[in-house]
């Protein structure tokens, strides 16, 4: 079965870094997603992506963060001078519609930022 | 207010037993989609079920089925013959239609339940 892949697995970085994580999403879908989850609480949404461009994104995807699908099958989330703060797991997602089908997820990258 | 409430941080039943996690969920758009994922302690978010608003039935997936009670907007997800595997988090999301004027296919997380499988 099609999955969503995810690099590296985890990510250490210290304050102040650039990082960028790596998807490749499900081939025949269209719509991806970052997502994040700070431990122990909810999965919050970062951004959505559609026809090489933002689609969406909340008030977190600030301007540290980014986005690009560089060629026709990864997309990357890009963190530019990462806080503290920005610990934790990242999910991206990708889905066939925009609308009732589901979010297919990979395993994340957990970042760790010191 | 929230948009999905999961009331239960943990729960915890017998191998083999069914169980019930709850979710309620908020919202005023006629058309959306709930989901249920689950995550076990390795981290990765899986899809299990998911339920459209205009569905008739309830949805099912194996041991998994969805308890869709539209006019009490509550969304339970029904898990028969608990396995040591499912112990895990269980996550209850909602997706609000474009058309409506909801995100773009933001899907809306509970705060998750904690499902323990006893042996």
């Known amino acids: 079965e099609p999955e969503v892949t995810q690099t590296p697995s985890h990510q250490v970085t210290q304050m102040g870094q650039e990082v960028i994580l790596h998807c490749v999403p499900i081939?025949?879908?269209?719509?991806f997603y970052w997502y994040r989850q700070i431990l122990g609480q909810k999965v919050e949404f970062l951004v959505s992506?559609?026809?090489?461009?933002?689609?969406?994104k909340s008030e977190i995807f600030d301007d540290q963060f980014s986005v690009e699908r560089p060629d026709g099958s990864n997309f990357t989330l890009k963190i530019r001078s990462t806080k503290l703060e920005d610990s934790a797991m990242y999910f991206c997602?990708?889905?066939?519609?925009?609308?009732?089908?589901?979010?297919?997820f990979g395993n994340g990258t957990r970042l760790t930022v010191t | 207010a929230q948009k999905i409430t999961q009331t239960q941080p943990g729960m915890f039943v017998q191998e083999k037993e069914a169980v019930t996690l709850d979710c309620t969920y908020d919202?005023?758009?006629?058309?959306?989609?709930l989901f249920w994922y689950k995550q076990p302690s390795s981290g990765e978010m899986i899809f299990l079920i998911y339920?459209?608003?205009?569905?008739?039935q309830n949805a099912t997936e194996g041991r998994y089925s969805l308890n869709f009670q539209k006019a009490r907007k509550s969304a339970n997800l029904v898990i028969s013959a608990s396995q040591l595997g499912d112990s895990a988090m269980y996550f209850c999301?909602?997706?609000?239609?474009?058309?409506?004027?909801?995100?773009?296919?933001?899907?809306?997380f509970g705060k998750g339940t904690k499902l323990s499988v006893k042996p």
């Open positions: 997602a990708s889905s066939v519609t925009r609308e009732n089908s589901p979010l297919h």
């Open positions: 081939s025949n879908h269209l719509y």
């Open positions: 992506f559609y026809n090489n461009e933002i689609s969406e």
């Open positions: 919202t005023s758009d006629p058309s959306y989609g």
């Open positions: 339920q459209g608003s205009y569905d008739q």
């Open positions: 999301a909602m997706r609000e239609s474009m058309n409506y004027g909801g995100s773009q296919g933001n899907l809306i």
